[in-house]
């Protein structure tokens, strides 16, 4: 016995399968123009740097300092060496945490508590109104794609605040 159907197939069930395979299709297809690389900072940022360490409001230090890898992909150890007028030298070390911008030129950095020779340290965020609280940033290169290797963050300890300003030595 044969049975035959006599019902044809609507053109309308073939456009709509059509499209939901095309679009099946073109979803899985990777664009990598519209995934921008992501940088590994912490590479990036790892090496030695000077620049200006600014107690207050007009006390500036010109000081070294080391970023290095921290436990975790997402932390750096800042580690500064101040030498002071009187010859005494002094060096602070403490964690950096990088928030990711998704950005080619920067990242943000935050500071978190902690404690340091005995002293509390915390972030002091840069603008108010951020509600990510960001405490600095390392700048890795300009629109012109010029590196400039610049970090810069702001804390508070012991009752005053510290601005850190300092250029990767390359």
Do not use: W
Not at 44 to 52: A, D, K, N
Not at 112 to 127: C, F
Not at 146 to 170: D, M, R, S, V
Request: with cysteine; proline share 2%.
């Amino acid at each position: 016995m044969n049975i035959q159907s006599n019902h044809k197939k609507n053109p309308a069930y073939f456009l709509v399968l059509f499209t939901l395979v095309s679009l099946f299709i073109f979803s899985s297809c990777n664009n990598e123009e519209d995934t921008p690389e992501k940088l590994d900072y912490s590479t990036l940022m790892s090496g030695e740097y000077e620049g200006t360490l600014t107690v207050g409001q007009n006390l500036n230090f010109i000081s070294t300092a080391t970023l290095s890898k921290g436990s975790t992909e997402n932390e750096m150890i800042f580690t500064e060496r101040l030498q002071t007028a009187d010859e005494t030298d002094s060096t602070t070390t403490f964690k950096i945490e990088l928030k990711d911008l998704n950005s080619k030129k920067a990242i943000a950095l935050r500071i978190p508590q902690q404690i340091v020779q005995g002293v509390t340290i915390v972030g002091i965020a840069l603008d108010e109104t951020d509600p990510q609280g960001t405490q600095g940033y390392f700048f890795y290169q300009n629109d012109d794609e010029e590196k400039l290797n610049e970090i810069t963050f702001l804390i508070t300890a012991n009752g005053g605040n510290y601005y850190y300003n300092y250029k990767k030595i390359e």
